[in-house]
């Protein structure tokens, strides 16, 4: 059972800071859906929810300032505060609209609304799970974490580095994108459990993207190397009718197109990958590039996203969701446990 010694909520960032940095063994408390897991005692657990970080609101990019502009959306950039729900977030219009739906295709089978309206934006990205879908969603925009020690950090370095002791998370910064579109898939063995493997790929402003999650490591972004071809190959929407299949969104690509999504879908396969009890490192890597051509065709629009599920029918439909697509593959796939179908 997870227990505290002493338990406080400072009504400002800064008192919150200070308890961190001077107490040993302090713990900040996000949402405490994954804290109340452990079975531990915390010498001193801060709870944020006293400090104002619970906004979603339009923000100047260079100075992170909330916006004072006119119109529906003044500024550049979306400040989401540490203690913001997933949920709120799942739900607001105007960030999803600006986003593309990125996010909200990423936590929608995360769970259930009850989990998602206590879990928090910022205890998600603090804890920096391997498992993560919200990581993966995030890094492929142009996205800054705010630290109160350590200020402003793109949020692939925060992801990438090991550990930040004694700081605490006060807000994300996703700025606005010429023409964003992306796509993310996730494979899941059965409903609410964790994603096996999570791709999201992200076309912002003619570059391309593509971050790779729950390898089960941490979700890390191709290297740019590995997707400059898409840049050119693939620079805007397409202007046909989105293809209803893989397959049939494929054969409409260009060769040039059709060997830079290759050579995407091989650099994701590529990734260091391993083995878990959800999925062998062999079955990982076939997924990454099933699921890498997949998000790179709906973000180009060649190909129709996969329908949202009903919420009445989440339980089965989000077991399939895009696992579906993988495991109705030909012979010749890998299965789960590292064998062959
Ligand atoms: C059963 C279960 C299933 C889940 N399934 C998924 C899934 O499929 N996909 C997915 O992406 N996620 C999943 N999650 C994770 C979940 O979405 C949240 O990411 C997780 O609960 C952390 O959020 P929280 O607000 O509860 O953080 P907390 O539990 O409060 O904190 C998590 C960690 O971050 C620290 N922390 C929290 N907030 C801050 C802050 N502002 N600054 C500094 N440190 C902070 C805490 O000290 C702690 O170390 C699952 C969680 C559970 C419990």
């Given at each position: 059972?997870?227990?505290?010694s002493?338990?406080?909520?400072?009504?400002?960032?800064?008192?919150?800071?200070?308890?961190?940095q001077?107490?040993?063994?302090?713990?900040?408390?996000?949402?405490?859906?994954?804290?109340?897991?452990?079975?531990?005692?915390?010498?001193?657990?801060?709870?944020?929810?006293?400090?104002?970080?619970?906004?979603?609101?339009?923000?100047?990019?260079?100075?992170?300032?909330?916006?004072?502009?006119?119109?529906?959306?003044?500024?550049?950039?979306?400040?989401?505060?540490?203690?913001?729900?997933?949920?709120?977030?799942?739900?607001?219009?105007?960030?999803?609209?600006?986003?593309?739906?990125?996010?909200?295709?990423?936590?929608?089978?995360?769970?259930?609304?009850?989990?998602?309206?206590?879990?928090?934006?910022?205890?998600?990205?603090?804890?920096?799970?391997?498992?993560?879908?919200?990581?993966t969603?995030?890094?492929?925009?142009?996205?800054?974490?705010?630290?109160?020690g350590?200020?402003?950090?793109?949020?692939?370095?925060?992801?990438?580095?090991?550990?930040?002791?004694?700081?605490?998370?006060?807000?994300?910064?996703v700025?606005?994108?010429?023409?964003?579109?992306?796509?993310f898939?996730?494979?899941r063995?059965?409903?609410?459990?964790?994603?096996?493997?999570?791709v999201?790929?992200?076309?912002?402003?003619?570059?391309?993207?593509?971050?790779?999650?729950?390898?089960?490591?941490?979700?890390?972004?191709?290297?740019?190397?590995?997707?400059?071809?898409?840049?050119?190959?693939?620079?805007?929407?397409?202007?046909?009718?989105?293809a209803?299949?893989?397959?049939?969104?494929?054969?409409?690509?260009?060769?040039?197109?059709?060997?830079?999504?290759?050579?995407?879908?091989?650099?994701?396969?590529?990734?260091?990958?391993?083995?878990?009890?959800?999925?062998?490192?062999?079955?990982r890597?076939?997924?990454a590039?099933?699921?890498?051509?997949?998000?790179?065709?709906?973000?180009?629009?060649?190909?129709?996203?996969?329908?949202?599920?009903?919420?009445?029918?989440?339980?089965?439909?989000?077991?399939?969701?895009?696992?579906?697509q993988?495991?109705?593959?030909?012979?010749?796939?890998?299965?789960?446990?590292?064998g062959?179908?």
């Amino acid at each position: 059972m997870l227990q505290f010694s002493k338990y406080e909520r400072p009504a400002t960032v800064e008192e919150a800071l200070a308890i961190v940095q001077k107490v040993k063994g302090a713990r900040v408390i996000g949402g405490g859906v994954w804290l109340r897991l452990q079975d531990r005692r915390i010498a001193r657990a801060i709870d944020l929810s006293a400090c104002g970080l619970d906004l979603i609101e339009r923000v100047d990019w260079e100075t992170g300032a909330p916006a004072t502009g006119d119109g529906p959306t003044p500024g550049d950039a979306w400040g989401v505060g540490a203690m913001v729900t997933l949920h709120q977030l799942e739900v607001h219009g105007g960030f999803n609209a600006s986003t593309c739906g990125v996010y909200e295709s990423a936590v929608r089978d995360i769970v259930g609304v009850q989990m998602r309206n206590v879990a928090t934006v910022g205890g998600s990205l603090f804890g920096r799970f391997g498992f993560s879908d919200i990581l993966t969603a995030l890094l492929p925009l142009e996205c800054e974490v705010e630290l109160a020690g350590e200020g402003r950090v793109p949020l692939a370095e925060f992801a990438a580095r090991k550990a930040y002791e004694r700081d605490i998370l006060t807000r994300v910064l996703v700025r606005d994108a010429r023409d964003l579109r992306s796509g993310f898939a996730c494979a899941r063995r059965s409903a609410t459990d964790f994603s096996v493997l999570n791709v999201c790929a992200a076309r912002v402003g003619g570059s391309w993207h593509v971050a790779v999650g729950a390898r089960p490591g941490r979700a890390v972004l191709l290297p740019a190397e590995a997707v400059a071809a898409l840049s050119e190959a693939l620079p805007a929407g397409a202007p046909q009718a989105p293809a209803a299949t893989v397959d049939g969104a494929t054969a409409s690509l260009s060769p040039q197109a059709a060997a830079a999504l290759d050579a995407a879908c091989e650099a994701a396969s590529a990734l260091p990958l391993g083995s878990n009890m959800r999925g062998s490192a062999r079955y990982r890597r076939h997924l990454a590039a099933a699921l890498t051509r997949r998000v790179v065709l709906e973000a180009a629009g060649l190909l129709a996203p996969a329908p949202a599920p009903a919420p009445a029918a989440r339980p089965q439909a989000g077991a399939a969701h895009a696992a579906a697509q993988v495991a109705a593959s030909p012979e010749g796939v890998p299965t789960p446990e590292g064998g062959e179908a």
